[in-house]
């Protein structure tokens, strides 16, 4: 079952990209701060609140323009006391680490002494937990996705990034269709309500491993010749997700909610159902995402409107 589909349209527009998706107000804050204003992230951060999932991604974003770093810890400088400061401070100095200018020590610590000034905010850990997923052990990446959890019981991000970590592990050369990280997803999808987007992490489970597979040489570069979606498992978790989108409208309201379809889109592609596709399509309009749309390693504009266009072809 399909809804009827939108027009889609033959789109030149070229997909963004932009981590920011579709909020505006935090496309305007962090181009903001690259110029040296963060007079705009403090405003941005002080109305989101506690809306756990918005916060992360918007500290996330802010953090993650390497001219911004240098803001952050001007404002911190500052405000020694605002905890907004602090846990932007935490995330730009995570990335800091990631591209190899700062310390991970020095990262950790900032993270640290983010989650002190604000006891019940998930984001410092959220920090924490990109961090160990590149430089930590598979207990720390545990560790720290078990102390975002135990804050916000459905933060969308951790549970996206905790699933990254599953499926690298236990890199064979052949899939397994018992590998932790497929019963990791299921457990939180079922755990969660029943309009929660973590009913599509089975699918993000998947294509993770195929991700993992791939750059191991056991599956093709190109996931439409791939037969990983052809799974009796991949089938049952494609349904249930797409189902879930039929009823919930794919999370609209949430701020990551055009991941979630990126991810959809590109497995029904790869599934081989671009009928089923096209009403992603229409709805993820020019907010791409770099990921899944690079899996293994391709160039994620090119792959993205090259299935854009197999679909509006298949129309």
């Given at each position: 079952m399909t809804p009827p589909p939108r027009p889609l349209g033959r789109r030149k527009d070229a997909p963004a990209f932009d981590p920011a998706l579709d909020d505006a107000e935090l496309a305007a804050a962090r181009d903001a701060l690259v110029q040296g204003r963060w007079g705009e992230a403090r405003t941005l951060l002080a109305a989101t609140g506690e809306d756990w999932d918005r916060r992360g991604h918007r500290l996330v974003v802010l953090a993650g323009n390497p001219a911004g770093a240098p803001w952050a810890e001007e404002w911190k400088l500052t405000e020694p006391d605002s905890r907004d400061a602090a846990a932007l401070l935490a995330c730009a100095t995570v990335f800091r680490a990631l591209r190899g200018k700062a310390d991970p020590a020095r990262a950790r610590e900032a993270c640290r002494a983010a989650a002190r000034m604000a006891p019940a905010d998930p984001t410092p850990w959220l920090a924490l937990l990109i961090l160990a997923r590149?430089?930590?052990?598979?207990?720390?990446?545990?560790?720290?996705?078990?102390?975002?959890?135990?804050?916000?019981?459905?933060?969308?991000?951790?549970?996206?990034?905790?699933?990254?970590?599953?499926a690298e592990r236990q890199q064979g050369y052949a899939d397994d269709p018992f590998h932790e990280v497929y019963d990791f997803a299921t457990w939180a999808a079922e755990q969660a309500p029943a309009d929660s987007p973590l009913a599509v992490l089975p699918v993000i489970a998947h294509t993770e491993r195929y991700r993992v597979l791939a750059l191991a040489g056991a599956e093709p570069d190109d996931p439409a010749k791939s037969r990983h979606w052809a799974t009796r498992r991949a089938r049952q978790a494609m349904k249930a997700a797409f189902d879930w989108w039929l009823e919930w409208g794919g999370g609209q309201h949430h701020p990551r909610h055009r991941i979630d379809l990126n991810f959809l889109a590109h497995a029904k592609v790869a599934e081989g159902r671009p009928a089923e596709a096209a009403p992603l399509f229409e709805r993820i309009g020019p907010y791409a995402t770099d990921a899944p749309w690079s899996y293994p390693d391709r160039d994620p504009g090119k792959a993205f409107r090259a299935a854009r266009r197999l679909v509006i072809n298949s129309s």
């Open positions: 590149a430089t930590g052990t598979d207990e720390e990446q545990l560790q720290a996705f078990d102390q975002v959890r135990g804050r916000h019981r459905d933060h969308h991000h951790a549970h996206h990034l905790m699933t990254a970590c599953l």
